[in-house]
């Protein structure tokens, strides 16, 4: 259920910026775009551009009509969270 998924901070989102472990986060939510990058219908290069970071303003700007959350759903990672204060 998604009260096991992780809580994702900034920090933690931007290490998974490679081909082979990346993490984009849209609307609150962490999703690993990695098995994704191939079927991206605009192509792994525009993908990557949003891996290691929040993509919801580009996404927004290209298909706002688009639902990741249904499309994604299975690669779910978890809720991104504020960097914690130390
Ligand atoms: C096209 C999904 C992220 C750029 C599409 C289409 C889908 C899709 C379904 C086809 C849309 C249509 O024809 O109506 C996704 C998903 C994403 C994602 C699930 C998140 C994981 C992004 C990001 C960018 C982007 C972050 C830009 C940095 C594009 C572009 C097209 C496109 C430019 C148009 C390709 C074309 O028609 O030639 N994407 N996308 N996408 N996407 Fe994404």
Redesign the pocket.
């Known amino acids: 259920g998604t009260t096991s998924l992780a809580r994702i901070p900034p920090s933690v989102l931007r290490t998974h910026h490679k081909r082979d472990d990346a993490w ?1 986060a ?1 609307n609150g939510k962490v ?1 690993n ?1 990695t098995p ?1 990058l191939s079927f ?3 192509g792994e290069k ?2 990557m ?2 891996a290691g970071r929040d ?1 919801t303003k ?2 927004s700007l ?2 706002a ?2 639902n ?1 959350d249904l ?2 759903d299975a690669c779910l990672v978890g809720f991104l969270v504020p960097e914690p204060s130390s």
Do not use: S
Request: proline share 5%; aromatic share 22%; no cysteine.
């Open positions: 984009a849209f999703y775009i994704y991206h219908p605009g525009e993908l551009r949003v993509g580009l996404f290209t298909h009509w688009v990741v499309m994604l």
